[in-house]
C-alpha cells in the first residue's frame, strides 16, 4: 500500500496505518504472553494487551472496510472517466477530452492546433475493408505519439481526423513536427490480405492570437488550411494565414 500511495494518498496512508496498528496490536500480545510466561495455552488468553487489541481490530477492520470501498470507488471513476475521454482504437485522447483540455482558455499566439485527415481513407476502406482501416487509423496513431515533444497534446478528433496541439512552440516548429509525422506516415508498409499497403496524410495548422481567441476559432482555421491542402494535391502541410495573428 504505501508503495503505491501516490495513487489516492489520503485512503492508502489510511489503510496503511490501520493495518500497522493491528499489527503492531498482535505484536503486544504476543509480548504479553511472553512476559507472563505462558508460552503453551490451554484456554483463550485474557489480559490487558488481548483487551486492547480486541479493540483496534474490530475498529481498524471497519476502517479498513470503509476506506477499501472508498478506494474500489475511486478506481472504478478513475476508469469510467478514462474511458470516456479516450478513442478506444487508438488510445488517444477524443474530441471532448481534446475540447475539456483546451476549450476554457484563449489560445495564445505561441500555441499551434494542427489538424490531420488521411488521404483517401474512404477509398482503403472500401478496397481492403474496415479492419484495414482500423489498422491504417493505428498505424497514424503511433507515428503522432512517436513524434510528440512532451508538452504536445494528440487526439483522433474522429473518423479519420486527427488533432494535434502544441504549447510553446514557433510556426517553424510545427512546420517541422507536422512534416515529419507525415512523412513518417507515408514510409510506413501497412501488410494487407492483398498487397502491401502505403497511405498519406494532409494537414493544416493554425495559432492562436497575441490577445487570445477560442479553441474553437483556432481549431476551425486549422481546418481551413487543411482543406487548402487537399485542395493543393494532399500529401503535404498548409498554415493558415492568419497564424502569425496578433
Known amino acids: 500500500y504505501w508503495i503505491g500511495r501516490a495513487e ?16 503492531i ?10 512476559w507472563d510466561g505462558k508460552l503453551v495455552l490451554g484456554h483463550a488468553p485474557s489480559n490487558w494487551a488481548e483487551d486492547l487489541s480486541l479493540v483496534v481490530v474490530i475498529a481498524s477492520m471497519t476502517g479498513i472496510g470503509a ?22 482504437l487508438t488510445g488517444l485522447l477524443n474530441r471532448r477530452a481534446l475540447f475539456d483540455l483546451n476549450g476554457g482558455a484563449p489560445i495564445g499566439a505561441f500555441t499551434a492546433v494542427v489538424v490531420f485527415d488521411l488521404d483517401g481513407f474512404k477509398a482503403i476502406n472500401d478496397e481492403f475493408g474496415h479492419a484495414t482501416g482500423d489498422q491504417v487509423l493505428k498505424v497514424f496513431a503511433e507515428e503522432l505519439v512517436e513524434n510528440l515533444r512532451p508538452t504536445d497534446v494528440a487526439a483522433r478528433m474522429g473518423g479519420e481526423e486527427f488533432a494535434l496541439v502544441l504549447k510553446r512552440t514557433l510556426p517553424e516548429t510545427v512546420e517541422f513536427i507536422s512534416e515529419r509525422i507525415r512523412t513518417a506516415f507515408a514510409a510506413r508498409v501497412i501488410a494487407t490480405e492483398t498487397r502491401p499497403l502505403t497511405c498519406t496524410v494532409s494537414a493544416g495548422y493554425a495559432f492562436g492570437s497575441k ?9 476551425s482555421a486549422a481546418d481551413k488550411a487543411l482543406y487548402a491542402a487537399k485542395r493543393g494535391g494532399r500529401n503535404r502541410v498548409a498554415a493558415s494565414t492568419f497564424r502569425r495573428a496578433s
Not at 489516492?8 to 499489527?23: E, Q, W
Not at 476506506?67 to 478506444?88: I, K, V, Y
Not at 490577445?211 to 481549431?219: A, N, Y
Open 8 to 23: 489516492a494518498p489520503v485512503p492508502i496512508i489510511g489503510l496503511t496505518v490501520l493495518y500497522s496498528t493491528t499489527g
Open 25 to 34: 496490536s498482535f505484536v503486544l500480545c504476543a509480548m504479553a504472553l511472553a
Open 67 to 88: 476506506l477499501s470501498l472508498a478506494l474500489n470507488q475511486g478506481r472504478l471513476a478513475r476508469h469510467h472517466r478514462l474511458d470516456a475521454l479516450t478513442d478506444p
Open 211 to 219: 490577445d487570445g481567441i477560442s479553441f474553437d476559432k483556432v481549431l
